[in-house]
């Protein structure tokens, strides 16, 4: 049974960092692209950035320069750290997973068949 657990979400000023992480277990999890996605109330659920097996991220605009994602094949597990945090950031954060491998990682949200709990991450102003 694959199970993805995020932690490290908070609340914390704007201008402020925190590190998510997520663990995952019962999944192969080295071949695999992996993503952090986010959703605020009332907005759909965004993809925030992505790794693929060879460790190349992408980002969508609005972190980018701010956001770094990062993996630990040995542990299973991936990271995202969040500098220069801004209100507009406030969300549940999600780690996913997909069933099928790619060469390049996938940004839409149906591509991802595993999802961890959600961990908020709070900015205030």
């Known amino acids: 049974q694959v199970q993805l657990v995020e932690s490290g979400g908070g609340s914390v000023q704007a201008g402020g960092s925190l590190r998510l992480s997520c663990a995952a277990s019962?999944?192969?999890?080295?071949?695999?692209?992996m993503a952090w996605f986010r959703q605020a109330p009332e907005k759909e659920r965004e993809g925030v950035a992505f790794i693929s097996h060879d460790y190349s991220a992408t980002y969508t605009d609005s972190v980018k320069g701010r956001f770094t994602i990062s993996r630990d094949n040995a542990n299973n597990t991936l990271y995202l750290q969040m500098n220069s945090l801004k209100p507009e950031d406030t969300a549940m954060y999600y780690c996913?997973?997909?069933?099928?491998?790619?060469?390049?990682?996938?940004?839409?949200?149906?591509?991802?068949?595993?999802w961890g709990q959600g961990t908020q991450v709070t900015v205030s102003s």
């Open positions: 996913a997973a997909p069933r099928f491998w790619a060469a390049s990682c996938v940004r839409k949200v149906t591509e991802y068949a595993y």
């Open positions: 019962g999944y192969t999890f080295s071949p695999y692209c």
